[in-house]
């Protein structure tokens, strides 16, 4: 993630920014710097949303509890999100959007598409 290579690169010391607190930036500040109240972890009466992360890839071997948050924020990404809940609902699991109209969007975008070359 960037904001952990540009401190690092700045302050020009690899362990100025833990990797637990790029992960915690991303997530529940990343949360609260939107305004967003009761997002951001997993607690009763906050919203559920959460991210599901596949570590069943090579560039995770070696992982355990301990190392998780280095190697999201340095080996992960966007390919390894397995699922996305917001407040309970899925958005995204396993490589399908469940609640959107895969033939809408399409569609949309064929529409947009023509209308720009035109």
């Known amino acids: 993630?960037?904001?952990a290579l540009l401190h690092k690169g700045v302050n020009r010391d690899p362990v100025c920014v833990p990797a637990v607190d790029v992960l915690r930036m991303a997530t529940y500040e990343g949360a609260r710097a939107f305004g967003f109240s009761q997002k951001g972890m997993i607690r009763e009466g906050?919203?559920?949303d959460l991210v599901l992360v596949n570590l069943d890839k090579p560039h995770y071997i070696g992982v355990n509890p301990e190392n998780l948050a280095a190697y999201i924020v340095y080996a992960?990404?966007?390919a390894?999100?397995?699922?996305?809940?917001?407040?309970g609902k899925w958005l995204y699991k396993n490589g399908e959007f469940p609640t959107l109209d895969r033939e809408e969007i399409l569609q949309k975008a064929r529409d947009s598409r023509e209308t720009?070359?035109?």
């Open 46 to 48: 906050w919203y559920a």
């Open 80 to 87: 390894d999100v397995a699922g996305t809940m917001i407040n």
């Open 76 to 78: 992960g990404s966007s």
């Open 116 to 118: 720009i070359t035109k």
């Open 1 to 3: 993630m960037g904001a």
